[in-house]
């Protein structure tokens, strides 16, 4: 599965948002999939539970992140959300720094988003498009960019 399979322009959020707590920065990296409920509020509060336990695990890279779950915190349907954070957001991951573009993991078991995590691990590893994506002004422009991968 591609990440344009799983990733459309309803499942991009561009923040403007400043100062946001942990909190308020993990309810806009799952308020998409929430809202089409493609996961459930549980599997939100399972990632903010998990911070809280161990930290930041979901903070990647310098500027990266991704949130994510247990399939059986409520996912509904394999899914993902881009999210953007236009003045980067502080996640508390003491090696990587503010995260300016966060892609939130849905998975509905561990065998079948392997292809969805390698072609992640490609995207994160070009660091040109990491920021056109941080860059882009629409929601167009990373959909273009992420139709690559």
Request: a negative charge.
């Amino acid at each position: 599965m591609s990440l344009c399979d799983l990733i459309n322009e309803s499942n991009i959020v561009i923040s403007t948002a400043e100062n946001l707590s942990v909190d308020a920065a993990l309810d806009i990296t799952c308020s998409t999939l929430i809202e089409q409920g493609k996961v459930e509020t549980r599997y939100l509060e399972a990632i903010k539970a998990k911070h809280k336990e161990i930290g930041a695990f979901y903070v990647l890279a310098p500027r990266i992140a991704m949130p994510h779950a247990r399939p059986e915190e409520g996912v509904n349907e394999a899914s993902l959300q881009v999210t953007v954070f236009k003045h980067g957001v502080d996640l508390e991951s003491e090696d990587n720094g503010d995260v300016f573009f966060s892609v939130t993991l849905a998975a509905k078991d561990a065998d079948n988003h392997i292809q969805t995590i390698v072609a992640l691990s490609e995207l994160f590893q070009n660091e040109q498009d990491i920021e056109a994506i941080i860059a882009s002004e629409s929601k167009r422009e990373i959909q273009a960019i992420l139709n690559k991968y």
